[in-house]
């Protein structure tokens, strides 16, 4: 594949070139869990609220991998943008060591706080049992998703997210031969229910990391010799850690905030209200696929630019990335909100979860614009190396709640109402926070840039 030099050129064609492949890589990432979230329902409304209850548990354990991912994707791109072929390098089997160490020491620490977390979201009974099976077995294969989040991000820095594109869509089609398989049992494989849905995502990502490290190798970038002279550097550890930490972190605080969710949403709503909250989620995020592309796309055009020192075009990438992102979230909110009962039943039949889940949707509709400010904003700033404030954005979003969702829920007397709401007015909220802050820190990093070269 020809090297994509994203410091010049186009952005609207940039954006389309990286967004498009990436997007499609997501969609297909979203769909394997929309596979995961309709098997699931077959087993029955216990074994999709498990598997609700179980997503931040995961997300909070995979938070280092998501925090890699974005940390070398920024710092890779900043060094070729720089023309640094050996940091890029070097930065690359420094990530290796941090991937293949915490890849095996979490999951063997993992099972001593696992079932305390579940536990603090309400869950109880099948649910309960349905979540820690999928937990379990899907630990294993953690290193995996630390390896693919690692090499997916050094192929996204030189401007190649077609491979995790391939992926992914490879991997949706054998996620939906093997999670029936697993789940019910076929000749001498015996029904695992949601632990089969975990095993099939594990054989997955082995796969996975085997295609990308493949992909990497060939890559325009890539230089064997360079790889090999490179050696273990505590001082790139520390830059990829700092890099890394605050967008983990901010995942991390995510998982936070979908615990908060869904200790009010068990607390108000019962056991179905949560199924219904777990299907609604993924439509959600087919609906928010498009633009996570554009973030992705956002990032490695900014990293690059900034790497080049060329602020005009970190102002242009932001700007553009905005609109796209605003236009197709849009189409998103018209055909979501008079089909939501529709798409719901599509997961579970039951009256209570399709009420539950379309109340959801059409309230959550107001809040679907707001993604995208606050996603492109934290991207342009990881790409100027000012990672923090995803991590201060993500607590104001996930503290919040704690406070917010009783107000209305209880005090008001809102019901689980509250806690839907909640969420709008919490989004809206960090968007103007993230608004400010981005437009001051650009203005300070052109402002140095301009000083420097006098």
């Known amino acids: 594949m020809k090297k994509q030099n994203l410091a010049r050129g186009d952005i609207k064609k940039q954006l389309r070139i990286l967004a498009v492949p990436a997007a499609f890589g997501f969609l297909f990432n979203t769909l394997f869990n929309v596979v995961d979230s309709f098997y699931a329902g077959r087993i029955g409304t216990d074994a999709i609220a498990g598997m609700t209850l179980s997503f931040p548990v995961f ?28 940091l890029f390098h070097k930065l690359f089997k420094n990530t290796l060591y941090i991937a293949i160490v915490t890849g095996v020491m979490i999951p063997l620490i993992a099972p001593y706080f696992t079932r305390l977390l579940f536990v603090w979201q309400g869950a109880q009974d099948q649910p309960l049992e349905y979540g820690l099976r999928y937990m379990t077995t899907v630990m294993v294969g953690y290193v995996f998703f630390m390896l693919n989040f690692t090499l997916n991000g050094m192929l996204y820095a030189q401007g190649n997210s077609k491979p995790f594109r391939n992926f992914l869509m490879v991997a949706t089609v054998v996620n939906i031969v093997l999670n029936p398989l697993f789940i019910f049992g076929f000749w001498i494989i015996p029904g695992m229910d949601t632990a089969g849905i975990a095993l099939a995502t594990v054989l997955v990502q082995i796969g996975g990391t085997v295609y990308l490290f493949w992909h990497l190798l060939r890559s325009p970038k890539f230089n064997l010799a360079f790889f090999k002279d490179t050696t273990f550097d505590w001082g790139v550890i520390r830059d990829i850690l700092g890099q890394s930490l605050p967008a983990a972190l901010n995942t991390a605080t995510i998982a936070i905030g979908i615990f908060i969710i869904n200790f009010y949403v068990m607390f108000y709503g019962g056991t179905s209200t949560v199924a219904a909250y777990g299907i609604a989620i993924r439509i959600e995020q087919l609906a928010l696929v498009p633009t996570i592309g554009l973030n992705v796309a956002v990032l490695s055009i900014v990293g690059q630019s900034y790497g080049a020192r060329k602020m005009p075009r970190i102002y242009a990438a932001w700007r553009q990335g905005t609109i796209a992102g605003l236009i197709i979230m849009a189409i998103g909110v018209v055909v979501i909100v008079p089909f939501a009962p529709q798409l719901i039943r599509l997961f579970d039949d039951s009256s209570a979860v399709v009420d539950a889940g379309t109340t959801y949707l059409r309230i959550e509709a107001f809040a679907f614009l707001s993604y995208v400010f606050l996603n492109i904003g934290i991207s342009v700033l990881q790409g100027v190396k000012k990672p923090m404030f995803a991590l201060w954005i993500g607590l104001y979003r996930q503290v919040v709640p704690l406070g917010l969702f009783y107000l209305l829920g209880t005090i008001l007397a809102m019901g689980i109402l509250g806690v839907w709401w909640g969420i709008v007015i919490i989004n809206w909220s960090a968007v103007a926070i993230t608004l400010v802050y981005v437009t001051l820190t650009l203005r300070k990093k052109k402002a140095k840039m301009d000083e420097e070269e006098v």
């Open 59 to 86: 997300l909070l354990l995979l938070a280092l991998a998501t925090g890699v991912g974005n940390g070398i994707n920024a710092l890779a791109a900043i060094a070729l943008g720089a023309n640094d072929e050996q």
